[in-house]
């Protein structure tokens, strides 16, 4: 197709006669068949709210079509109206536009649904099982038309995937406004989202999926990365003189992320996934280093690695706190170890390795356990935020016996997956009494192991939402990074050129360095980690999709690093705009008790002021585009969480958004988790208001414990 037609095709919207239907792709990895929750009333609803996407002559011929979806997958997709061309992010300009940023958020979009990059892209499904773009491919073509159309003197306004359309506003506004899941709290329990989704009147937009921002499984890397890297430094003195082993399951959009990560953080690794579809995609984009389908083979090579005792091996986890000599001995790591399918013999990994196992992860525990093999990380990042609805794969049943029973037998299937985890829980806790330290991934493992009866109760009392073993936020990624203002940003070079990106990076790792000179002694360390991390990014292959980078930074960096993107798209040195954003798993994106607020202690954990204030300071101060979502991670009704996305092109307007919104968008997180009196938030907040003349933050005053004593 040419790019005149792929143009032609965008500003059609959804055409007035039938396009032909194209054939179901067996060979792509389709989301699987919905409970059948609607009466039969409620079906016919859902069959009108469909129809009103099109003109009244094709009614008669769509209506048994999407009735038939509706009885075969439990949602209508509209698989007829899904379009022919490539499905990928293109150069600004291949987009027919009247706006620039909209044309950024059309790239933004179909990288979303490009195959190598969503989880279900006929489904529209992106990550996490259920984490959508939009419900049906009306939405899709509707909302790429009015991109298309609009100026910047207008806002596209979208409620859970649907277009509600245009309204006038100002070029400083936002161009779009998100909004997925919103639901009045009491209708919040994962049975009104089955329902109202399969209405086609609301979806789960996960954090990424629904808001346009999702990069692939790279997105997801660098937090992993230095998750991984800190939890192995917890275990460096069991491990010394070896690799450690981290254990875990989840080949999929985001959890395909953690052998990747593991190599880079220098540990050995094991994933369990149940789907070989997911486990091949990881392996052929060079994501995990071998696949292995039998255990037998798995408990040899991991002998064959104890046996054999230090390796001598690069280990970046062993070392010491100190930074600089673990980013040495990064640097020396061999970068892609040789693929090898299924090797004849079991061959001892000298230096990081990532071992796909395609099976469910509970014969994988259970066998670990059973044979004592010295497991030092564990984890887990299957779907539990979606536990009845394909997230979660119960042992003792094949991948398509459980499609079939969670769509037939819902309620058996609940069964199966609470004795599944409780099995599950048993052996990890077995490891866990000889020393592996374990840590709940943010998928709502504990959570949902708790309510299936699992032995996850608190050792001791710890505050908050605690849990046996912690999240990994409350250990790691929230005392070391989201109390000081570090969080996921991300920008993708419109240009679609690997040159711009490099150029990006190069400008990062600059800004990093200059920070290193004058930062305080608190955050040197995950400065000297960031920066390794960007110097290594280009050899590390990170990208599937867009040209897209993702770099944990603070405040001061994410607003330093994006001047220096503006300077140079101002002298040409970028070729187009770009496009800045990050996950909602952030400092101030999410309210999630189990998760990103998890390491608040003062009561608040279970209020979302923060999330649902952060959209609406972005909105007012210069993002392109705001989104705020219902679920996310942990699931539906679990979290509320919100994001933004903002093109910047070079022009003095953009250097204003970029001072003005990012320092809200991380601050407002940071105000808040220095009120609940987190250490590393009261130290970064002072240090903000000394050097930004308006920024006042309540702080608290610290009580001493001795005077609560005597109550
Ligand atoms: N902590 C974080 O930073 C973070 C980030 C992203 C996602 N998450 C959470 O992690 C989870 C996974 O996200 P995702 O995008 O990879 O989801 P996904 O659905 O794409 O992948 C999960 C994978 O787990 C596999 N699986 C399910 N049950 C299994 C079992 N019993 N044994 C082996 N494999 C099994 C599935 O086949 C699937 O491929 C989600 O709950 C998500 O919210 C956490």
Known sequence: MTKEQFQQEIRLGIPDTLPEMPPYDTEINHAPKRKDILTPDEKRLALRNALRYFPQHLHAALAPEFMDELRAYGRIYMYRYRPQYEMKARPLDDYPHRSRQAAAIMLMIQNNLDPRV??????????????????????????????????????????SGHPLGLFPSHKNAPRVVVTNGMVIPNYSKPDDWERGNALGVTQYGQMTAGSYMYIGPQGIVHGTTITVLNA???????????????????????????????????????????????????????????????????????????????????????????????????AQRPQRPQKTQSAQKPQLPQRPHSIAYVGNVVDLWERLADEDIPVDLGSDQT??????????????????????????????????????????????????DRGMYFFD???????????????????????????????????????????????????VCTSCDPADLETTDRLAAEVLEQMMQEAPAEIRGQLADNLHWIREAGRNHLVVGSQARILYADAEGRTRIALAFNEAIRRGELKAPVVLGRDHHDVSGTDSPFRETSNIYDGSQFCADMAVQNVIGDAFRGATWVSLHNGGGVGWGEVINGGFGMVIDGSADSDRHIREMLLWDVNNGIARR??????????????????????????????????????
């Open 118 to 159: 969503a989880q279900h892209p006929h489904e529209l499904i992106i990550y996490g099982g259920n984490g959508a773009i939009f419900q049906n491919w009306a939405q899709y073509r509707l909302v790429m038309k009015y991109l298309s159309e609009m100026t910047d003197e207008q806002t596209l306004v979208m409620y």
């Open 232 to 330: 192995a430094r917890r275990v460096a003195s069991r491990t010394a003189g070896r690799l450690p082993l981290f254990v875990t399951a989840g080949l999929g959009g985001m959890s395909g992320a953690q052998p990747k990560a593991a190599n880079i953080a220098g540990v050995l690794s094991v994933t369990a996934e149940i789907n070989p579809k997911a486990a091949l995609k990881r392996y052929e984009q060079g994501w995990v280093d071998e696949v292995l389908y039998d255990l037998d083979e798995v408990v040899e090579r991991l002998k064959a690695a104890g046996a054999a005792g230090p390796t001598g091996a690069t280990m970046a986890t062993g070392a010491t706190e100190t930074t600089e000599t673990q980013t040495a001995q990064l």
């Open 383 to 432: 779907s539990l935020h979606n536990p009845w609805a394909g997230g979660y794969y119960p042992v003792g049943l094949t991948l398509e016996e459980s499609k079939r029973m969670m769509a037939d037998d819902p309620e058996l299937f609940k069964e199966k997956v609470q004795a599944s985890l409780r099995r599950q829980v048993a052996a990890i806790n077995r490891l866990a």
């Open 441 to 491: 991934y943010g998928n709502a493992f504990l959570l949902e192991a708790s309510r299936a009866g699992a032995d996850v109760a608190p050792t001791g009392a710890k505050g908050g939402a605690s849990f046996r073993y912690p999240s990994y936020v409350q250990d790691i990624m929230g005392p070391m990074f989201f109390d000081y203002g570090f969080g996921p940003f991300r920008w």
């Open 674 to 711: 220095s009120w609940a009196r987190n250490a590393g938030s009261l130290m970064a907040i002072k240090r903000e208001m000394e050097r930004t003349p308006g920024l006042v933050v309540t702080l608290p005053n610290l009580v001493d414990d001795e005077l609560l004593k005597g109550y």
